[in-house]
C-alpha cells in the first residue's frame, strides 16, 4: 500500500512540476490558458495532498499494530 501511494504522489508531484515548466517555458499566451493550467495545478496539488494524507494514515496504522 505505502509503495502504491508513494508512487502515486511521485506521480502527481511531476504533473504539477510539468504543467508548470511547459506553461513557463513556452512563449506568452492566452490568460485563458494561464487560468487552466493554474485550475490543474490547483487540481492536482489537491490530489497530492490526499495522497499524503493516505500515506500517514498507513503510516500510523501500521504503527499501532
Known sequence: VA???RAEGE???RTIRGEADITLRGADR???EYKATLRRIVDTSRQLAAV???LLAAHKAKKAK
Request: glycine share 0%; net charge negative.
Open 30 to 32: 492566452p490568460v485563458e
Open 52 to 54: 499524503i494524507d493516505d
Open 11 to 13: 506521480e502527481q508531484a
Open 3 to 5: 509503495s502504491r501511494l
